[in-house]
């Protein structure tokens, strides 16, 4: 049985390693920027001063200074725990949010939980841990993690609340992905007596049925990370070719854009009221493209793989790329006469091209 175990904890070890560089490597995006569809009104006359303008926006309770939280990339292996210090040092120094990568190596490996726990070592305003779905229920030859399981991953890394991932699209080409989905709502519910939980899609989006029912059950914020950004079928797909196995591969290829658009994601997420916290995600390069988020109904943001290099290489490389985005949507909010993310909201916007097709046919929601 320990034989097996290992073997499990190799695996997992090397697929984390696999997505660090195939992201850092290939081309993994989606066909289409959806983000590009959607225009921000101009104000010729904003009557006010660009040093007046904030960003500062509440999450579960706590300020943060930028809009803007560092997305769940990775942990469990040997490049993953500078990654993990680098973005706990910045979002601590800038006071934003971060979002560790998916716990389930440490729960499963105590050898592996540094990579994670480094995390502990900085005052960071909102920290999320991470887990999939899917390991919430039971899978083929493993039991779904209980509430004692959720607690160590909280407690490893002093967590705020704790970021549910979904990933089916990426579970179905993944050579050795998992299988059953069936029970991941009620034990979303059951978790939300406990925690305060913010449920993450994994770059195939969030419609306004799954947003109504999660809002339901108790779930506190929903991060869309809808097409635009990484297609993890795609980077599945690589991972498929690197194993031979044709038939990954080819659905890899096949549902490489699958999914609801970011900004749609948005958009359907929102309309369920504002009783939960909505982050947009899947795409977000730019400060442009924070406001264009935020103008459709967002929170804030979270940014992964367009920070993923600067990560990898310092946390002060990290820190003027989070600077330079949160600038650039300073100026974004100046040139539309808002003076704090609230009003940006109203700001007002234009859709255009397929993604104006899609709320077209959507409006019937």
């Keep these: 049985?320990?034989?097996?175990?290992?073997?499990?904890?190799?695996?997992?070890?090397?697929?984390?390693a696999d997505h660090?560089?195939?992201?850092?490597?290939?081309?993994?995006?989606?066909?289409?920027?959806?983000?590009?569809?959607?225009?921000?009104?101009?104000?010729?006359?904003?009557?006010?001063?660009r040093s007046e303008i904030s960003t500062?926006?509440?999450?579960?309770?706590?300020?943060?200074n930028h809009p803007i939280f560092i997305a769940a990339m990775?942990?469990?292996?040997?490049?993953?725990?500078?990654?993990?210090?680098?973005?706990?040092?910045?979002?601590?120094?800038?006071?934003i949010g971060f979002c560790i990568g998916s716990q389930r190596a440490a729960i499963e490996n105590p050898d592996v939980i540094e990579s994670y726990s480094v995390v502990k070592d900085y005052d960071i305003p909102v920290v999320l841990?991470?887990?999939?779905?899917?390991?919430?229920?039971?899978?083929?030859?493993?039991?779904?993690?209980?509430?004692?399981?959720?607690?160590?991953?909280?407690?490893?890394?002093?967590?705020n609340g704790l970021s549910i991932f979904l990933n089916l699209p990426?579970?179905?080409?993944?050579?050795?992905?998992?299988?059953?989905?069936?029970?991941?709502?009620?034990?979303?519910?059951?978790?939300?007596?406990?925690?305060d939980i913010s449920v993450k899609e994994c770059g195939c989006g969030i419609s306004r049925d799954v947003a109504m029912r999660l809002k339901a059950v108790g779930v506190k914020s929903i991060e869309v990370s809808g097409v635009s950004g990484t297609s993890w079928t795609a980077v599945e797909c690589y991972r498929a070719e690197k194993a031979k196995d044709v038939y990954k591969q080819k659905l890899g290829n096949l549902l490489w854009d699958w999914g609801i658009p970011?900004?749609?994601?948005?958009?359907e997420s929102r309309s369920v009221g504002f009783g939960i916290k909505i982050i947009g995600s899947g795409g977000i390069n730019t400060g442009l493209d924070a406001a264009r988020a935020i103008v459709l109904g967002a929170d804030g943001v979270s940014l992964a793989k367009a920070l993923l290099p600067y990560a990898i290489k310092s946390s002060e490389s990290l820190s003027a790329k989070i600077l330079e985005v949160s600038d650039e949507l300073k100026?974004?909010?100046h040139l539309t006469g808002s003076k704090d993310i609230k009003a940006l909201k109203k700001s007002g916007y234009v859709l255009t091209g397929k993604t104006n097709e899609w709320v077209k046919q959507r409006m019937s929601f």
Aim: glycine share 10%; net charge negative.
């Design 1 to 16: 049985m320990s034989i097996v175990v290992n073997m499990n904890d190799e695996l997992i070890k090397q697929r984390k």
């Design 20 to 49: 660090i560089n195939i992201c850092l490597n290939e081309d993994v995006d989606s066909n289409y920027d959806y983000w590009n569809d959607v225009s921000l009104r101009h104000n010729a006359l904003p009557e006010i001063n």
């Design 56 to 64: 500062k926006i509440d999450f579960f309770g706590k300020k943060l």
């Design 74 to 95: 990775s942990g469990g292996h040997n490049r993953s725990r500078i990654l993990n210090e680098n973005c706990a040092k910045v979002a601590s120094e800038l006071g």
């Design 129 to 159: 841990a991470s887990i999939g779905g899917g390991q919430l229920i039971d899978q083929k030859g493993s039991k779904g993690f209980g509430v004692d399981k959720i607690h160590k991953a909280m407690n490893m890394i002093g967590a």
């Design 170 to 195: 990426q579970e179905a080409v993944q050579p050795e992905g998992d299988e059953n989905t069936k029970g991941i709502l009620k034990a979303i519910e059951n978790l939300s007596q406990t925690f």
């Design 262 to 267: 970011a900004p749609v994601s948005i958009i």
């Design 331 to 333: 100026t974004v909010m």
